[in-house]
């Protein structure tokens, strides 16, 4: 599967933002998606994931109750919705596909086989 991820930008502190993850091939459907973020000089960290057929989400500490994930299968779609945004929000964001047919849910970046491109989001204050 083959990963698109566009929606970044530039936002004041408190705006809100959609990211987009378009996925190319079939069976979208049985795969786990994530969210993942890289800020300069700092690791790749979990934001987000959801399960197939969205069943399940998992988010991190640092989004619960601002982000919220979905997925449309028959778009082939995995959103990210942000609000509230801080300027410690500000990073490469990246989705990534876990499967097919993954045994549970995973918030760890190498358990994930395929990754988009990448899409930049800066907050200011």
């Known amino acids: 599967v083959q990963l698109q991820a566009s929606g970044g930008g530039l936002v004041q502190a408190g705006g809100s933002l959609r990211l987009s993850c378009a996925a190319s091939?079939?069976?979208?459907?049985?795969?786990?998606m994530g969210w993942f973020r890289q800020a300069p000089g700092k690791e790749r960290e979990f934001v987000a994931a959801i399960s197939l057929m969205g069943g399940s989400t998992s988010y991190a500490d640092s989004v619960k109750g601002r982000f919220t994930i979905s997925r449309d299968d028959a778009k082939n779609t995995v959103y990210l919705q942000m609000n509230s945004l801080k300027p410690e929000d500000t990073a490469v964001y990246y989705c990534?596909?876990?499967?097919?047919?993954?045994?549970?849910?995973?918030?760890?970046?190498?358990?994930?086989?395929?990754w988009g491109q990448g899409t930049k989001v800066t907050v200011s204050s």
């Open positions: 091939g079939r069976a979208f459907s049985t795969y786990n």
């Open positions: 990534a596909a876990d499967g097919p047919w993954p045994r549970r849910l995973v918030t760890t970046p190498f358990d994930y086989d395929y």
